[in-house]
């Protein structure tokens, strides 16, 4: 299994789809970086050699991609301004709750969590 910048890409998977495994690596970024490296975008991950892998990590650092740790942290910093200036993103990041204007009356599942039964009587 190739490593790229700390990151274990999948062998069986072509090249322009193992990249994205990356964190901060999207379909775009891989393509842009498989066309500069001019390596085959259809060409299987295990079939890469030490001198590929290092091309292709070069390329990423000399197009100053953020990825990975950087990015993780530099995401995290932002969360964190947020919620330290009180303004509305902050405090729905703070909450758990929805940051971009959906509903939660229903369908906010995902960031809400699982439902929490309100104690109701029986009879």
């Known amino acids: 299994m190739p490593r790229i910048l700390g990151v274990d890409?999948?062998?069986n998977k072509k090249l322009a789809y193992s990249l994205r495994y990356i964190y901060g690596i999207g379909p775009k970024r891989a393509d842009i970086i498989l066309e500069q490296t001019g390596l085959d975008p259809d060409m299987r991950a295990?079939?890469?050699?030490e001198e590929?892998?290092?091309?292709?990590?070069?390329?990423?650092?000399?197009?100053?991609y953020l990825v990975e740790g950087d990015l993780r942290r530099d995401h995290a910093a932002n969360m964190k301004r947020l919620q330290a200036i009180n303004c509305y993103r902050g405090l729905r990041h703070?909450?758990?709750?929805?940051?971009?204007?959906q509903r939660t009356k229903t369908n906010a599942r995902t960031r809400k969590g699982k439902t929490a039964s309100v104690g109701g009587l029986r009879k």
């Open 52 to 64: 590929q892998i290092n091309v292709i990590m070069s390329k990423i650092s000399e197009l100053s």
């Open 9 to 11: 890409i999948p062998n």
């Open 94 to 101: 703070r909450r758990g709750l929805p940051v971009r204007g």
């Open 46 to 49: 295990k079939d890469l050699d």
